[in-house]
């Protein structure tokens, strides 16, 4: 669990230090996915490694980490009641089309694209 | 008796275990209610805890300071979604094109769709700059929004409110939009409702659990890219 943890924290680590030396606007853990992906691609990890049963075990819980940020809607309560209007509908409306949008355009671009595979 | 009052409210142990509590009652009533999709427990464990802490008076300050361990844990756990991706690395086969186009599309659309719909409906600027970059997972939601003029604690509330609308809504709503294949329906929810909806797909179905979490990464790539150019083509 420990040696799994540390792989973790390593590439969030790496990550975080990359994206600051390159400037780049990307948050640290993002990057830190992608090396952590790389590495367990190179290594073709099994699920018995201990980063990944590790990770797993974040991941079943990973709503849990949300819930202080969350809770932070209890001092915006006035904020909102103001405009709820205009956040109802742009939360709702907004996620709506996005959901649309790259739900159909996956779909038909998968459809369209020749290199397609019927596996 | 006040002071070890004020002492036990003020304590991390306190905001720590009514946290852990509230989130453990969560799962007792998503196992409760056989996985109903309200009951998510990041929902449940806020209207408990936004409860518990109105009623006894503690500041969300104190609160927040508190549970900065478990904040701390999101790092870690963003980069964890790294292995559904590698186990499901399979699928990636043919679908690299459809999903460099998708998620840049849809980050462009969500951003543009919040601002113009909170001008339209009177939501006046520092609204629309806060409402902007919902779509992306929190940390980056409050980095654009302190960096695009908007309010950071409240750019992090909504795009909770959002990656929970996911993760009670967004599977039904795919299936009405019928979109059926498993990497696309993952693609589409990690694009609006990042890791909360990710956690959802995961719980049902690895795939679409694998390809919300590599959406999401890509999201917030696209979105830190892309939103100060629409804010100020915009706003």
């Not at chain 2, 979109?179 to 690895?206: C, F, T, W």
Request: hydrophobic share 55%; proline share 5%.
């Amino acid at each position: 669990m420990i040696t799994g943890l540390t792989w973790l924290l390593a590439c969030q680590l790496a990550g975080e230090v990359l994206v600051r030396l390159l400037d780049v606007p990307v948050p640290g853990p993002v990057v830190g996915m992608l090396i952590l992906f790389v590495l367990l691609r190179l290594r073709d990890a099994g699920d018995d490694a201990t980063v990944v049963r590790a990770g797993q075990g974040l991941l079943r819980h990973l709503q849990l980490f949300f819930i202080p940020a969350g809770v932070g809607v209890v001092t915006y309560l006035a904020t909102i009641r103001d405009n709820v209007l205009p956040i109802a509908v742009a939360l709702v409306g907004s996620w709506l089309i996005g959901l649309a949008v790259v739900g159909w355009t996956t779909v038909l671009l998968e459809r369209w694209l020749p290199e397609r595979r019927t596996t | 008796m006040s002071e070890t009052w004020e002492w036990l409210v003020h304590s991390p142990l306190f905001v720590l275990l009514l946290t852990l509590a509230a989130y453990r009652l969560g799962r007792e009533v998503r196992d409760l209610t056989g996985g109903h999709a309200l009951a998510q427990p990041v929902l449940v464990a806020i209207v408990v805890v936004g409860g518990v802490i109105t009623a006894i008076d503690l500041d969300y300050a104190d609160y927040r300071d508190g549970t900065e361990i478990l904040v701390f844990w999101l790092g870690p756990a963003t980069v964890a979604l790294a292995i559904p991706l590698h186990r499901q690395a399979h699928r990636l086969r043919g679908f690299v094109v459809p999903m460099l186009v998708a998620i840049p599309l849809g980050a462009a659309v969500s951003i543009a769709s919040a601002i113009l719909l909170v001008r339209v409906l009177g939501g006046d600027d520092l609204l629309a700059r806060t409402t902007a970059p919902k779509a992306a997972t929190t940390p980056v939601a409050i980095a654009l929004a302190e960096s695009n003029g908007g309010i950071a604690a409240l750019a992090a509330v909504l795009a909770i409110l959002v990656g929970i609308l996911g993760a009670v809504a967004g599977p039904a709503v795919l299936n009405l939009l019928r979109v059926k294949d498993h990497r696309a329906r993952g693609l589409a929810q990690g694009a609006v409702s990042h890791g909360i909806g990710a956690s959802r797909m995961l719980a049902d179905d690895e795939t679409e659990g694998a390809f919300a979490g590599l959406s999401m990464g890509l999201t917030a790539l696209a979105m830190s890219l892309l939103l100060p150019a629409l804010v100020a083509l915009l706003l």
